[in-house]
């Protein structure tokens, strides 16, 4: 059954288990979901695409690029499905999935 969700209902739901690293803690960040910075910013998974980048550990959301780090604009549809079925029942495997699939996305790291 595929499940709705709104823009603000997803991201409120993301917000909850981002940080909850009983299932998955990506390289010992703190984080389950790959995100850069030191809270999940809001992505609008309504737009045609959204940002990602690399932060030089992982590939991740990037809402807010005040680093400086290369970024690329994704196609949000396979991303936002991704993240639905994530929030509706997180699991290790789901979580996986995402972080591998931001992972396929060749972004150059560049060190400042």
Do not use: A
């Amino acid at each position: 059954m595929k499940i709705n969700m709104n823009n603000d209902e997803l991201n409120s739901k993301i917000e909850e288990i981002c940080d909850d690293t009983t299932l998955l803690n990506i390289r010992e960040s703190g984080k389950s979901i790959p995100y850069i910075g030191w809270f999940w910013r809001t992505v609008d998974f309504d737009k045609p695409t959204i940002t990602i980048g690399n932060c030089g550990e992982f590939n991740g959301f990037m809402e807010n690029n005040k680093w400086g780090y290369n970024s690329i604009e994704i196609s949000s549809k396979e991303v936002k499905d991704l993240m639905i079925d994530i929030v509706d029942h997180p699991s290790k495997e789901k979580l996986c999935r995402l972080y591998n699939y931001l992972q396929s996305f060749e972004i150059e790291y560049m060190e400042y």
